[in-house]
């Protein structure tokens, strides 16, 4: 995977708020219903750091225009929910309405500048999508790319924080393949050409490339998020993508887990897809179970067709929204830790989302587990997928694993037989694994209240598990970290029959994070300790929860190296 995704480019690293939950449906309009959704996720402390515009903000579906009927005060709203913590995006496609002398200057612009694609006998291609009659960008054009970056302007000064070009294969309401013919021509830089059965698989992937260059010239410091849906090997370096539009059935929830882990072994990272299901109403108990999974995909989006009923986590009663609030938090307690496995990927391409055989590759049995994954090296997740109420084996991967939720410790050899409940999803830590957390917060904006938490499952003595983690903070918008203005450190431990050691190293020291302590608690230990020094100084301010057989201690000036020594 390091060398396939050397080859065909990395994903950048993207801002730090488009980790977060993600709201989104086909449509949300007028602005009163966008500013509702706002409110209510606010309200009901549902933590959520987006919200996306379909297409009926546009003028007659006409992309880079505004619903002034829908949006009165469009502007207005973009920076009311900026005020509130939420990034909107809005969906741009391709499509470019063919609508001559009615002022409409993406179509004008593209005449007069010749950037659309054309028909075999040099006459404009013209087929119809959501505005009716449209004409096509030729993307394998880079003046065209540069034409197509240009239009965000005004959408870039109005505070829209990200773009999403769906329909980019390019979809054709025409014809049984519903695309281009194959024979439309695509013009090249060299003066060239070629026929568009070439060029269909990149095309998409284009679409996104002129996006993310044209936000890079017009915002050179803010990093750009973009959500494709057609991609080619290397969109991932402009584009996170999902899997489109899926269905709300368990069948559909089932091949969710596989789908993503094919893209990330394919170099594509940054996915997700349609939590509850795109085109039809989910029960309550699938949509929870969505809800659950999606906390520990890479991309964390829900969304729902017109004529769909509500897919929000607010629906079904009380009791459904308690759980699906208790994942959401739960996504935003992980994010320092999934926000430094996603800086990891953009240095090495591994996926975030990783069958169990990319980290153990001697475990052949998990070779056709496609049911199971890890979240980065030490998370394991086995999703509650189906709605039988027979038991669900879990088989752990080798060496030691604690349960997340109780701290009870198990090996890859024990026989796991669970009956989960409605907001149980089995999950499981690798002993050894120094996991970064953080107190819940509202949206990645909000500063937490309270420290930095680390948690360190420890081994057993005897074991050859790797003790470590590791921790990537920067700003989580900007290019800074491009320029070193970043904190790296590396954490450790040591675990003999008498005492346990946990270290922190500073690898890179140039970004003030929101914390100066980190609650420490360490997992595994069968007893209270006898003494407990932090450097050379005992401390007596620890306690020891028999309950979890955890010790938990505070390191007050955490950013920096230091050693926590236990002694039993």
Not at 7 to 17: A, H, I, M, N, V
Not at 33 to 47: D, G, S
Not at 530 to 543: A, L, N, T
Request: aromatic share 14%; proline share 8%.
């Amino acid at each position: 995977i390091e060398q396939y995704t050397g080859l065909t480019g990395r994903s950048p690293l993207p801002p730090l708020w488009t980790l977060g939950y993600q709201q989104c449906r086909y449509s949300y309009y007028p602005e009163a219903r966008v500013r509702e959704i706002a409110r209510l996720l606010r309200e009901k402390k549902t933590p959520a750091d987006t919200i996306y515009l379909d297409i009926d903000y546009q003028e007659g579906y006409a992309p880079f225009t505004i619903n002034r009927k829908y949006f009165p005060n469009f502007e207005r709203m973009v920076a009311d929910l900026r005020e509130l913590g939420f990034h909107v995006i809005a969906i741009t496609d391709l499509h470019i309405k063919r609508f001559p002398d009615h002022g409409y200057a993406p179509f004008d612009s593209g005449i007069k500048n010749d950037v659309f694609v054309k028909n075999p006998d040099g006459s404009l291609y013209v087929g119809p999508v959501w505005p009716g009659e449209s004409v096509f960008p030729d993307f394998t054009l880079t003046r065209v790319r540069d034409w197509w970056g240009a239009l965000y302007k005004d959408f870039v000064g109005m505070g829209l924080a990200g773009f999403w070009n769906d329909m980019n294969e390019p979809a054709v309401f025409r014809y049984p393949q519903k695309t281009m013919p194959l024979d439309v021509v695509h013009r090249l830089d060299d003066g060239t050409t070629l026929d568009h059965r070439a060029i269909h698989n990149i095309f998409g992937m284009e679409n996104a490339r002129a996006t993310y260059d044209g936000l890079r010239k017009l915002q050179p410091d803010e990093r750009p998020f973009v959500l494709t849906r057609a991609a080619y090997s290397g969109a991932q370096r402009y584009a996170a993508t999902w899997t489109g539009d899926n269905l709300a059935t368990w069948n559909h929830i089932s091949m969710s887990t596989p789908t993503l882990l094919s893209l990330g072994l394919s170099g594509y990272p940054l996915v997700g897809d349609d939590i509850g299901g795109f085109g039809s109403s989910p029960p309550s108990d699938l949509l929870t179970r969505w809800y659950e999974l999606g906390a520990f995909n890479p991309i964390y989006r829900n969304h729902a067709a017109k004529g769909t009923l509500d897919h929000e986590p607010w629906v079904n009663g009380p009791e459904q929204e308690a759980i699906r609030r208790r994942y959401i938090e739960l996504r935003y307690k992980l994010l320092p830790y999934i926000y430094t496995i996603t800086e990891e990927t953009t240095r090495t391409g591994m996926p975030l989302m990783r069958p169990v055989f990319l980290e153990y590759p001697e475990a052949q049995e998990f070779y056709g587990d496609d049911h199971d994954f890890l979240l980065g090296p030490d998370l394991f997740v086995s999703p509650v997928v189906t709605e039988s109420l027979d038991p669900q084996g879990v088989a752990l991967p080798p060496g030691e694993w604690y349960d997340f939720w109780t701290s009870a410790k198990y090996t890859g050899k024990d026989q796991i037989n669970l009956h989960p409940r409605p907001h149980e999803v089995p999950l499981y830590v690798r002993a050894g694994a120094i996991l970064p957390m953080q107190p819940v917060v509202q949206y990645t904006g909000e500063k937490p209240s309270g420290p930095l938490e680390l948690h360190v499952y420890l081994p057993n003595n005897t074991s050859s598990s790797d003790c470590r983690g590791a921790l990537y903070q920067d700003d989580g918008h900007t290019f800074a970290y491009q320029r070193g203005e970043v904190l790296r450190l590396n954490y450790s431990c040591l675990v003999t029959e008498v005492s346990v050691t946990v270290s922190s190293s500073i690898e890179k020291n140039a970004f003030q994070p929101w914390w100066k302590s980190a609650e420490v608690t360490l997992y595994g230990a069968a007893a209270a300790p006898k003494e407990v020094r932090i450097g050379d100084e005992v401390i007596h301010e620890w306690r020891y929860e028999s309950l979890v057989h955890a010790v938990i201690l505070t390191v007050s000036d955490a950013a920096k190296n230091w050693n926590v020594h236990l002694s039993f």
